[in-house]
């Protein structure tokens, strides 16, 4: 089993940053795949970010490209969410994943996740 913890989030005015962290332990193996999903009330659950177990392969959605970063530690077993130039739309509940088996983008491809943290952005 492999357990994700979080960490970071909060509340944050528009155009501020935050930077949410990840980190894997227990069966966890430095070649998983990691990634960040989100989701809004009244929204479904989507990929916002992902990095591959080497940490040379991203993938983004449109909405956050430019202004959010993933990135892994130097141990592998973690990931980092640096998000910049935050606005009110990117407000929700934000989840640390690890391992795919399938579409990226596909929440149901993803084998482990994390409890949650939530992002606020006011206007």
């Known amino acids: 089993q492999v357990q994700l913890e979080q960490s970071g989030g909060g509340l944050v005015q528009a155009g501020g940053s935050l930077r949410l962290s990840c980190a894997a332990s227990?069966?966890?193996?430095?070649?998983?795949?990691m990634g960040w999903f989100r989701q809004a009330p009244g929204k479904e659950r989507e990929l916002v970010a992902s990095i591959s177990g080497s940490g040379t392969s991203t993938t983004y959605t449109n909405a956050v490209k430019g202004r959010f970063t993933i990135s892994r530690g130097d141990a592998k077993n973690t990931v980092y969410l640096q998000m910049n130039s935050l606005n009110p739309e990117d407000t929700a509940l934000y989840y640390c994943t690890a391992h795919i088996v399938g579409l990226v983008r596909d929440a149901a491809s993803w084998t482990y996740w994390g409890p949650g943290t939530q992002v606020t952005v006011s206007s």
């Open positions: 227990g069966r966890t193996r430095a070649d998983y795949t």
